[in-house]
C-alpha cells in the first residue's frame, strides 16, 4: 500500500526508528494504527470489568456430588444420536 507523509511525520517515523523503540516504518505504522483502532473502536470486549468476589464464589465454588451428576447426565444426553441421524 503506497502513502504520503508530510516531511514533519517523516521526521517522527526516523526519530522513533532512531530510538530503538521500532525497527522500521512498518512497525511505527502499525502502533499508530493500533492506537487509533483502541480510541475509535474500544477494546472493551478485551478487557472486560473485574468479576465481584461474589461472582468468584459461585463461580469457583465446589459442586456437589448432586450437581455433577446432573452436569454428566446432561453431558451424556446431549452426545446420544438423534432419530434420524
Do not use: C
Amino acid at each position: 500500500m503506497a502513502h504520503a507523509l508530510t516531511n514533519h511525520y517523516e521526521e517522527v517515523i526516523n526519530r522513533l526508528i532512531g530510538s530503538g523503540r521500532f525497527a522500521n516504518r512498518s512497525e511505527v505504522v502499525r502502533a499508530g494504527l493500533r492506537k487509533l483502532e483502541e480510541e475509535f473502536l474500544g477494546k472493551d470486549y478485551l478487557r472486560p470489568p473485574p468479576l465481584s468476589s461474589g461472582t468468584l464464589a459461585r463461580v469457583y465454588r465446589r459442586q456437589s456430588q448432586g450437581e455433577r451428576a446432573e452436569e454428566l447426565k446432561a453431558v451424556r444426553a446431549s452426545r446420544k444420536p438423534r432419530p434420524g441421524e
